[in-house]
């Protein structure tokens, strides 16, 4: 096994030299960091994980706390995007990511932050999870760095779409389509939800626009036989509405299905809008109209304020970091700005 000392002798240089090049550290030059970069990859040197762990006090190593209750895991198709994005800042900077366990029905398992400490992770990322967990408070809690996506909490740094604003511009473009007869799917009880049914409501009102309780329905996220369920429900009304808004784009299939089942069309005879602006809604037929959220953007913005915490915990401040989301206009909103409905 190749080792330091061996690539010192080669270039002729001391260990702690040797060190220092391939740490990119200032006080070698140039020539003699190319030179034992160089001897090192020839000899097939890799750093031993955990003898730098020892020397540098860190691992490198950002745990993932994802705990999907749909149960759809990487396949989540704005979370899969999130922690991609979150994956490649992390990287890009030396790091690796590795997922904790949320599997509770696991026998022996270890709590979040017991499995935190387990593999000495140096930050920590969480989203999609119970945040009122009493081991996600307590790890929150514990003074390891941390960010958290979509949710603020205890004060600590997290990234968040815009999902006022979001609902502000989306519901604003449904309205200059000309409809009135707006009704929402919201999704199941969380901060996201409430942020989007509060601007839902406030908005509608600053277009004086009344919205009946029985245009208001739940269903949880991605839950597509639910929202077909909830869907059915706004149809069979007496005056049911000119358009539907959707938690999210993959729940807004299982509305669209229902609708197609009963003879009618999309935009032509009820328009439908969804939220997240996932990929597969831009190569349906009609494509759907969305928010599209800069999944890239969160990411990337969470991968960097996580190891600004790790490498810069003097100078990074605990912050909400809002990332904004635009409308994707879609086909699925009918123009009846004209009408009289």
Do not use: W
């Not at 010192?8 to 960091?33: F, G, H, R």
């Not at 908005?203 to 059915?232: H, L």
């Not at 808004?245 to 993959?250: A, C, G, R, T, V």
């Amino acid at each position: 096994m190749v080792s330091l000392k061996d690539i010192a002798k080669k270039c002729n240089v001391s260990i702690a030299t040797a060190s220092k090049a391939l740490n990119n550290q200032n006080d070698v030059s140039e020539e003699t960091k190319e030179t034992v970069r160089r001897v090192a990859k020839e000899l097939g040197y890799f750093p031993n994980s955990s003898a730098r762990a020892l020397k540098t006090n860190r691992t490198y190593n950002l745990g993932v706390l994802f705990v999907d209750e749909a149960q759809s895991g990487l396949t989540h198709d704005y979370f899969s995007y999130v922690l991609d994005s979150f994956k490649r800042g992390a990287e890009a900077k030396g790091y690796d990511i590795t997922f904790i366990n949320g599997d509770k029905n696991r026998p022996n398992r270890m709590t979040y932050l017991e499995h935190c400490r387990y593999r000495g992770f140096d930050g920590v990322v969480i989203a999609c999870v119970d945040f009122y967990d009493p081991e996600v408070e307590e790890l929150v809690k514990s003074g390891i760095p941390l960010v958290t996506i979509d949710h603020a909490f205890y004060g600590k740094s997290s990234i968040l779409s815009n999902n006022v604003k979001g609902m502000r511009d989306l519901l604003s473009f449904v309205v200059a389509q000309g409809h009135r007869r707006i009704a929402y799917i919201h999704g199941a009880e969380s901060a996201v939800t409430d942020s989007r049914l509060s601007s839902f409501f406030k908005t509608m009102e600053e277009f004086g626009i009344d919205v009946p309780d029985e245009y208001i329905k739940e269903s949880p996220y991605r839950n597509t036989k639910i929202t077909a369920q909830k869907t059915e429900e706004l149809l069979n009304l007496k005056e049911p509405p000119t358009c539907i808004l959707y938690p999210d784009d993959f729940s807004c299939f299982g509305g669209i299905n229902v609708i197609k089942e009963r003879g009618l069309r999309v935009p032509e005879d009820i328009s439908v809008v969804g939220y997240d602006g996932i990929r597969i809604g831009r190569h349906i037929e009609p494509q759907l109209t969305t928010l599209r959220q800069d999944t890239s953007a969160i990411g990337l913005k969470a991968a960097e304020q996580l190891i600004n915490l790790i490498e810069k915990p003097k100078t990074t401040i605990e912050e909400q970091i809002v990332i904004e989301g635009e409308v994707y206009p879609g086909k699925t909103i009918r123009d009846i700005s004209g009408q009289t409905i």
